[in-house]
């Protein structure tokens, strides 16, 4: 009878990191849609307002390790890339779809709208769009473990 009892616990636990997984929240690691190679590690939270926000914790790329932002402009201009937040106030619009109107590229010191949501037939997959006009282009960034 105690064996009966203990199953729906251990069910419960076996389920919560399968929860876990499917939110965009947490790390990922950028991939350049063009070359395929890794970039940074970007942290993605709900800030103050429950809205998300995305930092770079780190940056993967060889040669990289301290890019400075020298064609930003306005709070960006020369500052370190490591440490920067380049999504800010995207907000949850359903289906676990986010949108907002700031996703930064460093490389190319733009700012686009964005669209992000997790990839439905792989959780560990973040969709990132980026819109400027009506031209998009879409990264597929990894998890990164815990």
């Known amino acids: 009878m105690k064996k009966i009892k203990r199953l729906p616990l251990l069910i419960l ?12 929240f947490g790390k990922w690691k950028t991939i ?10 970007i942290d993605i939270y709900k800030d ?13 790329e060889r040669g990289k390790e301290n890019f400075i932002c020298e064609k930003c402009e306005g709070k960006r201009k020369d500052k370190p890339v490591l440490g920067m937040t380049i999504i ?3 907000e949850h ?8 109107d ?13 669209k ?11 969709m990132v769009r980026g819109y400027w006009a009506f031209i998009y282009r879409t990264q597929t960034w990894q998890r990164v473990g815990e």
Not at 32 to 41: E, L, S, V
Request: aromatic share 6%; with cysteine; net charge negative.
């Open 13 to 24: 636990l076996l389920a919560i990191p399968a929860l876990k997984a499917q939110s965009v």
């Open 32 to 41: 350049d849609d063009r070359t395929g190679k890794p970039k940074a590690i």
């Open 48 to 60: 103050q307002k429950g809205l998300m926000d995305g930092k770079v914790i780190e940056i993967v």
């Open 88 to 90: 800010e106030d995207a």
């Open 93 to 100: 619009k359903g289906d676990g779809v986010y949108k907002g």
């Open 102 to 114: 700031t996703l930064f590229d460093p490389q190319q010191a733009m700012t686009f709208r964005c």
């Open 116 to 126: 992000i949501w997790l990839n439905p037939d792989n959780p560990d997959e973040l």
